[in-house]
């Protein structure tokens, strides 16, 4: 497995953009698919983006298409979430998720899971 840390979340009006980071630590990320999940209360866990090992594939939830971007950086360790245009449906905890390299929009196939970091949005 791989530890994973979120870092980024916070308050912020409708419209607005938010950058959620998450920094990877143990099994080597070069080989490691990483995925964006949310959790809003009350609701299962859903799937926003995720990206392949090599950076070569990117996959998003259709409600995210066009406002957010998945980037990973191999010198950081890290992967990245650029979100734009949020709205107050985008309010949930945001995890960062690691699998071993394609990527999959279903969370039972990922095996290393992070905190989670609050992202909301005020209308």
């Known amino acids: 497995q791989v530890q994973l840390a979120e870092s980024g979340g916070g308050l912020v009006q409708a419209g607005g953009s938010l950058r959620l980071s998450c920094a990877a630590s143990g099994r080597t990320f070069f080989t490691d698919a990483m995925g964006w999940f949310r959790q809003a209360p009350g609701k299962e866990r859903e799937f926003v983006a995720a990206i392949s090992w090599n950076g070569g594939s990117t996959n998003y939830a259709d409600s995210v298409k066009g406002r957010f971007t998945i980037s990973r950086d191999y010198a950081k360790n890290s992967v990245t979430l650029h979100m734009n245009s949020l709205k107050p449906e985008d309010t949930a905890v945001y995890y960062c998720?690691?699998?071993?390299?394609?990527?999959?929009?279903?969370?039972?196939?990922?095996?290393?899971w992070g905190q989670g970091t609050q992202v909301t949005v005020s209308s």
């Open positions: 998720a690691a699998r071993p390299y394609t990527i999959t929009t279903i969370p039972r196939d990922f095996d290393s």
